[in-house]
Structure formats: C-alpha cells, structure tokens
C-alpha cells in the first residue's frame, strides 16, 4: 500500500523559507513521478513542482520558477521541496503526489498522479 507522508509546513513571514518533505513507502518508485501541489482556500489545486525518481529531472510551476527546488533521496525514500522568498500568496495546503511514468506524462496534471499524501498547511504572514 502506497503511502505519502508530508511534513514541514507551518507559518512563515514573507520572505522566508520552508522546507517542506515528503516520505513515500510502500513500493518502488524508480518509475515513478513525484509531484507537488499547492491549493489555497477557494482555488483550484494547482502544480508547483515534479521529480522524476530515476534521472532526477525536474519541471517547476510558472509560479514557483525560480523560488523553489525539488529534490529527492533515494535512499531515504524521500522527496523535499525547498521554498524561498516566500510571498503571501504561497500561503495553501501543500500536497505531495505520485504517480507510474509512462507515456507522454502531463507533471502539471494532478490526473496523472495515482497517490496522494493528506497535505501540509504553508501560512506565509505578510
């Protein structure tokens, strides 16, 4: 059984950094895609970053380009995301995802991701 454990949330002030994790177990993820999403209150979930397990290459939302990092460990089976300069409007509920590589893989769609963790909250104070 696939689970996604996030932690690392909580309040910032603006301009601040979080680092946020997100421990997978329960297979392999070699071919596998984990994803960030973020969703604030009355918005649509929206993708801020993806990893690929195997090569590492990464995909980064227009929002978040520039401010934030994915990166993962392997042997720890975990994924982090790195956010700096943060702004009021990153405050949301950070979810991490994943999903099996395979195809043409949409990193922006959160259709294409199979699991998903309960989320972590990410308050930024102005």
């Known amino acids: 059984q696939v689970q996604l454990v996030e932690s690392g949330g909580g309040l910032v002030q603006a301009g601040g950094s979080l680092r946020l994790s997100c421990a997978a177990s329960?297979?392999?993820?070699?071919?596998?895609?984990m994803g960030w999403f973020r969703q604030a209150p009355g918005k649509e979930r929206e993708f801020v970053a993806s990893?690929?397990?195997?090569?590492?290459?990464?995909v980064y939302g227009d929002s978040v380009t520039g401010r934030c990092a994915i990166s993962r460990d392997n042997a720890k089976n975990t994924v982090y995301l790195q956010m700096n300069s943060l702004k009021s409007e990153d405050t949301a509920v950070y979810y991490c995802?994943?999903?099996?590589?395979?195809?043409?893989?949409?990193?922006?769609?959160?259709?294409?991701?199979?699991?998903w963790g309960q989320g972590t909250q990410v308050t930024v104070s102005s």
């Open positions: 990893i690929r397990w195997s090569s590492g290459s990464t």
């Open positions: 995802a994943t999903g099996w590589l395979r195809g043409i893989y949409v990193d922006w769609s959160s259709s294409a991701y199979e699991y």
């Open positions: 329960g297979r392999s993820f070699s071919n596998y895609v």
